[in-house]
């Protein structure tokens, strides 16, 4: 299984989106400062996924999430 996920700084309320194949070990990863672009705002949790059968379905709805039309489908999903 693919994951397209959101996680919430919990610093600093930014969101991050990402895609991964093991989401319960990219959120250690995440946390533990091994992704570069949020290391400011660590800790982070997650607060949103979708699973995929395949990879490119996963990429796909990523690359949508960070689109005006994705962030305002995550606003409305998330209760913000």
Known sequence: MFYAY????LKDSSFYKGHCEDIQVRLKEH????TKSIVAQLPSE?????KFEKRELAI???KYFK??????YLKQK???
Not at 46 to 50: F, N, P, T
């Open 67 to 72: 689109t005006a039309a994705g962030r305002k």
């Open 31 to 34: 946390n533990a400062g091994k």
């Open 6 to 9: 959101v996680i919430k700084s």
């Open 60 to 62: 796909r709805r990523e």
């Open 78 to 80: 998330l209760n913000l």
């Open 46 to 50: 997650l607060v949103y996924y979708e």
